[in-house]
């Protein structure tokens, strides 16, 4: 990504968290339904293996935060979506989230922000299919 910056590393807190749980003080194979659904749609699948049950079905989610985005703030999002709001919002943070399909661990893995640094108003707020599911109930 161009604009990459403020890059965070979880790998030392992942490393104790596995440790915590590899001494049974902690159970981080909690990921729940949404995630795991999450996963199965959007995840991108990375070569490591899963650092708990060493299976290959480990991905990686990509979360978009920022009050740029608006109501959107929150969402999953492809390499190619990324690359496309680059240009589009001045700043918003990625969480980048491994998650295994198989023995549910889960761990934030890194963060980072992206945007062309302008500054942007918040969207103003757009209907949604949900907001037409709302309104039929
Ligand atoms: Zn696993």
Known sequence: MKSERAYVDYTLDKRATLVALFQGKVDACDADPYLLLAA????VKVQRPCPVCKKKSLV???????????????RIKSHVELAEMETKFGEFRVYVVEVCRECSWNHLCASFLLGDGKERKRPRRQRTLEDDDWVKR
């Open 40 to 43: 199965k749609f959007h995840g």
């Open 60 to 74: 990686e989610l990509k979360y978009t935060f920022g009050d740029q985005l608006g109501q959107f703030s929150g």
